[in-house]
C-alpha cells in the first residue's frame, strides 16, 4: 500500500500536458524535408520547446524524424523506404511522443507514410524458359508465374503486358 501511494504523490509532481498531431507524408522525402511545424500545431511558442528541452522519443531505436527546437519544426532525419519500413500493410505509421521538462508535458505525434510509385513490377526470375515439343498442340496453354510489386494501394500492380512475338501468342488471363 505505501508504495501506490509514493508512486501516486511522485505521478502529481509532475504538469502533465496531453495533446495529439497527426501528419501526412509520402514515402522518399529528402533529408530536411519539413514534416510539419510542430509548434504551432500544439500552440506552444519556440521559446518553450527551448526551455523545455523538447525531444523526441521513441520505442524504436530508428528515428526518421528529427526536432529543430530553433524552428519549432519537424523535419525528415533520413529518407523514408515505406515497403522496408512497413512492408505490405495497407497502413504506415511512425508514433513517437514529444517531452518537455520543467513542467514535464507529453504530446504524441503520428506521421503517417503514404506510398509512392517508386517499385516496378518484376518476375521473380528474369527469364523463363519453357520446352515445347514441336508435335505441341496450336493453342497449347503454358503458365506463366505472377509479377510482383511490391508498392502498395493505388500504386500496386493492376496488370501488365506481355507482348506477342513472330512465333508465339501471348493471352493474359
Same mark, same amino acid.
Given at each position: 500500500?505505501?508504495?501506490?501511494?509514493?508512486?501516486?504523490?511522485?505521478?502529481?509532481?509532475? /504538469?502533465?500536458?496531453? /495533446?495529439? *498531431?497527426?501528419?501526412?507524408? &509520402? =514515402?522518399?522525402?529528402?533529408? /530536411?524535408?519539413?514534416?510539419?511545424?510542430?509548434?504551432?500545431?500544439?500552440? +506552444?511558442?519556440? #521559446?518553450?520547446?527551448? #526551455?523545455?528541452?523538447a525531444?523526441?522519443?521513441?520505442?524504436? !531505436?530508428? %528515428?526518421?524524424?528529427?526536432?529543430?527546437?530553433?524552428?519549432?519544426? +519537424? +523535419?525528415?532525419?533520413?529518407?523514408?523506404?515505406? =515497403?522496408?519500413?512497413? @512492408?505490405?500493410? @495497407? +497502413?504506415?505509421?511512425l508514433?513517437?511522443?514529444?517531452?518537455?521538462?520543467? &513542467?514535464?508535458?507529453?504530446?504524441?505525434?503520428?506521421?503517417?507514410?503514404?506510398?509512392?510509385?517508386?517499385?516496378? &513490377?518484376?518476375?521473380?526470375?528474369?527469364?523463363?524458359?519453357?520446352k515445347?515439343? %514441336? #508435335?505441341?498442340? !496450336? /493453342?497449347?496453354?503454358?503458365?506463366l508465374?505472377? @509479377? *510482383?510489386?511490391?508498392?502498395?494501394?493505388?500504386?500496386?500492380?493492376?496488370?501488365?503486358?506481355?507482348?506477342? !512475338?513472330?512465333?508465339?501468342?501471348?493471352?493474359?488471363?
Amino acid at each position: 500500500m505505501e508504495r501506490q501511494v509514493t508512486l501516486f504523490i511522485f505521478l502529481l509532481s509532475f /504538469g502533465f500536458v496531453l /495533446g495529439q *498531431v497527426s501528419y501526412t507524408i &509520402p =514515402e522518399e522525402m529528402s533529408k /530536411g524535408s519539413l514534416v510539419g511545424n510542430i509548434a504551432h500545431d500544439l500552440g +506552444l511558442q519556440i #521559446s518553450r520547446l527551448k #526551455s523545455g528541452k523538447a525531444r523526441i522519443f521513441t520505442s524504436d !531505436s530508428d %528515428e526518421y524524424v528529427e526536432l529543430s527546437r530553433e524552428r519549432g519544426v +519537424l +523535419l525528415v532525419k533520413e529518407r523514408i523506404d515505406r =515497403e522496408a519500413l512497413c @512492408a505490405e500493410t @495497407a +497502413l504506415c505509421a511512425l508514433d513517437f511522443q514529444i517531452i518537455l521538462e520543467n &513542467p514535464m508535458e507529453f504530446y504524441t505525434v503520428t506521421v503517417e507514410i503514404t506510398d509512392v510509385n517508386d517499385n516496378a &513490377p518484376t518476375f521473380e526470375k528474369d527469364e523463363m524458359k519453357f520446352k515445347i515439343s %514441336e #508435335s505441341a498442340v !496450336s /493453342g497449347a496453354v503454358f503458365v506463366l508465374e505472377r @509479377a *510482383v510489386d511490391h508498392d502498395v494501394g493505388i500504386n500496386d500492380l493492376r496488370d501488365y503486358l506481355l507482348k506477342p !512475338s513472330d512465333h508465339f501468342a501471348l493471352k493474359l488471363h
